[in-house]
């Protein structure tokens, strides 16, 4: 019978052996999912045996958790905070998601930034029609204050791209919303009325369907001129989930006027153009020029921006679209930073910034929500052109506008690869998602697995 001692030396001998003999083992297992092993690597030119171990896997889920937990703790709020983080939910001042989505718009008066905005459009949503309001001194991306629910519209479909400005002249507050929709009042404490829709756009309701618009204030003609953009395509029969019961072809843009009080628009418009796949405007003005700003229609996806310029609001329509320009430069997966034009808009001196929108909640395929809805990037005229730079991370008070300071992207906002297509708002999309890359994939990686070529 073999003694004890003897079993000990032939073990050790067989295990210098093998440490001798076989190659380096390298097995990587799933963040995710622990008990999945995902690849197998030899590495013959190593004498060391690697083994990632089950426990090794559970301390890095363990550090991710930390990391989001200190990420939570690095946003809280600060009313002081200049600071922008991008790829992060924004919560305001009682640790709650900013509703301001569906076209809401940042406004500045009287020296506060203001941001009127509403719930994501889902099913799930039947209060996506109410406004809310928040405040912030300082833009900081954790600064925003939660003012008030300024309106409790029984109509769900209320709320889209709205703004907030003050009419200086009579001293009223303005809220004004795509499809016509206008609300007022003296004081933002106060009550918010609800005023007629214009006539203009009332009349032609039934015939064509009015889409998204914006708003602008033309200080610059010294006569309180108040402006509508928007645009309105005939009614069709929807045959699918992406036809949206408009006839794309005939989308038509429209500037209109607002009388003095802002409250009624003028029947005529300044200007008016076909304008096929377009949405998201903006219109800005700056050194002798205005510009307006567009992102292409590309349902809940991100898309390219455009924009025209011209010296007068009239002449828009007699101009050539130009892309705007991103850095990093637009590619087939990320667009407009990952997002859709939602507004440009000026915080002082030389300072503007591009909002983008991406939409987690109606869309899950496109856009994963610990990546907030809201991108708020730099944006610089050079040489008369508009430039936008992606930004992680940084000080609006520090950022420097002279320069192309800007990050390079690890994604843009897409959404998962592998979803469930029952839970999906819009099944259309699951194909499309499939072949996805993941998160943080590197560009050659993504190249390869890249089977459906987005335009």
């Given at each position: ?5 003897n ?7 067989i ?16 963040e ?15 004498e060391q045996?690697?083994i ?45 998601q ?7 718009e ?19 949503n039947?209060d ?16 925003w ?37 206008i609300?007022t009042?003296d ?49 069709a ?37 076909k ?23 590309a ?21 050539e ?50 990546y907030g809805r ?22 609006t ?18 959404g998962?690869?592998n ?10 999309h ?26």
């Open positions: 019978m073999m003694s004890s001692s079993i000990s030396r032939i073990y050790l001998l295990v210098v052996i093998a440490s001798i003999s076989l190659p380096s083992v390298s097995i990587l297992f799933d995710e999912k622990t008990s999945n092993v995902v690849g197998i690597g030899y590495e013959s030119n190593q045996y690697e990632i171990s089950i426990n090794e896997t559970s301390s890095r889920k363990e550090e991710r958790v930390q990391t989001e937990v200190r990420e939570k703790k690095d946003r809280s709020f600060n009313p002081n905070s200049t600071s922008i983080r991008n790829d992060v939910k924004w919560l305001d001042d009682r640790g709650m900013l509703d301001t989505t569906r076209g809401g940042i406004s500045k008066i009287d020296g506060v930034f203001y941001w009127v905005g509403t719930r994501p459009y889902t099913r799930k039947d996506h029609g109410d406004l809310y309001l928040y405040k912030s001194n300082t833009l900081g991306s954790n600064s204050t939660f003012v008030r629910k300024l309106y409790d519209n029984p109509n769900s479909m209320g709320g889209a791209s709205c703004q907030l400005n003050k009419n200086t002249k009579y001293q009223t507050f303005m809220i004004h919303c795509k499809g016509g929709q609300y009042s004081s933002l404490d106060g009550d918010i009325q609800r005023l007629p829709s214009p006539k203009v756009i009332e009349e032609q309701k039934k015939l064509y369907k009015w889409g998204d618009a914006t708003f602008f204030e033309d200080k610059k003609s010294g006569d309180n001129a108040f402006y509508m953009v928007t645009t309105r395509a005939e009614r029969e929807k045959t699918d989930e992406n036809t949206f019961g408009i006839d794309g072809e005939s989308r038509t843009l429209f500037i209109y006027r607002f009388n003095d009080k802002w409250t009624t628009l003028w029947r005529n418009p300044v200007a008016s153009w304008w096929k796949n377009r949405e998201g405007f903006s219109l800005v003005y700056s050194n002798g020029f205005y510009y307006l700003s567009a992102s292409m229609t349902g809940w996806r991100d898309s390219r921006t455009y924009y025209r310029k011209s010296s007068t609001i009239k002449g828009l329509s007699a101009v679209d130009k892309e705007m320009k991103f850095f990093p430069e637009n590619n087939y997966m990320i667009k407009s930073g990952g997002s859709q034009q939602r507004q440009i808009f000026k915080a002082g001196k030389g300072k503007w910034f591009f909002l983008g929108s991406r939409h987690p909640s109606e869309d899950p395929s496109e856009y994963h929500k610990k809201t991108i708020i990037l730099p944006l610089k005229f050079k040489n008369g052109e508009p430039e936008v730079y992606w930004k992680y991370d940084y000080d008070d520090l950022y420097n506008f002279n320069i192309r300071d800007y990050d390079e992207h690890f994604h843009g906002g897409l998962h690869t979803l469930n297509c029952s839970k999906l708002p819009n099944k259309s699951c194909k499309r998602a499939k072949y996805f890359c993941k998160w943080n994939t590197e560009k050659s990686e993504c190249k390869k697995k890249q089977k459906y070529q987005r335009q």
